[in-house]
């Protein structure tokens, strides 16, 4: 039986989960197709996995909340990840943060009023000979200046008003 909650759709997300839940490890993928589908993962999303698995919501919000690639908050069309490792960060790679945060008037862990930016800070993408780097979705950037910043922006809304 496929649910509706709050006007989520679970069909696609119930017959991905019928092929996969008897799989050990199998919440990690539904994890993953969850998000794909819905752009990010909600209390409802995260209580139906559990329930469609048979484990409890607690074990479900905490392999979410664990890793870093998954969100419960919606994100951005275009997910700006700034790299703070270590080759990054003494780079220069703070500064470029603090220029995304400028361009886009949010901070890491928020999405612009548009919806369609959302900025992260990440570890390490293991691209350090390209220090420092920035992420748009897939693609990589590698030896960011603050002066790029506004041309990767304007990159990001040009994609964008092709497909509008």
């Given at each position: 039986?496929?649910?509706?909650?709050?006007?989520?759709?679970?069909?696609s997300?119930?017959?991905?989960i019928?092929?996969?839940?008897t799989?050990?490890g199998?919440l990690?993928?539904?994890l993953?197709k969850a998000?794909d589908?819905?752009?990010?993962?909600?209390?409802e999303?995260m209580?139906?996995v559990?329930?469609?698995?048979?484990?409890p919501?607690a074990?479900?919000?905490?392999?979410?909340s664990?890793?870093?690639?998954?969100s419960?908050?919606?994100?951005?069309?275009?997910n700006?990840?700034?790299?703070?490792g270590?080759a990054?960060?003494?780079?220069?790679?703070?500064?470029i943060?603090e220029?995304?945060?400028?361009?886009?008037?949010?901070?890491?862990g928020?999405?612009?009023?548009?919806?369609?930016?959302?900025l992260?800070?990440?570890?390490?993408i293991?691209a350090?000979?390209?220090?420092p780097?920035?992420m748009?979705n897939?693609?990589?950037?590698?030896r960011?200046t603050?002066?790029q910043?506004?041309?990767?922006?304007?990159e990001?809304?040009?994609?964008d008003?092709?497909?509008?």
């Amino acid at each position: 039986m496929t649910l509706k909650c709050n006007n989520l759709d679970f069909t696609s997300l119930d017959a991905y989960i019928e092929t996969v839940k008897t799989r050990p490890g199998a919440l990690i993928p539904v994890l993953h197709k969850a998000q794909d589908t819905f752009g990010f993962l909600p209390e409802e999303v995260m209580s139906h996995v559990a329930k469609k698995l048979g484990i409890p919501a607690a074990k479900v919000f905490g392999v979410v909340s664990f890793y870093s690639f998954f969100s419960m908050t919606p994100k951005g069309k275009f997910n700006v990840n700034v790299c703070l490792g270590t080759a990054c960060f003494v780079r220069g790679a703070e500064k470029i943060r603090e220029e995304f945060e400028k361009h886009l008037s949010i901070k890491p862990g928020q999405t612009s009023e548009d919806g369609l930016f959302s900025l992260s800070t990440i570890r390490c993408i293991g691209a350090c000979g390209l220090a420092p780097v920035v992420m748009v979705n897939e693609k990589v950037y590698g030896r960011v200046t603050q002066q790029q910043v506004g041309e990767i922006i304007d990159e990001c809304m040009a994609k964008d008003g092709e497909k509008t």
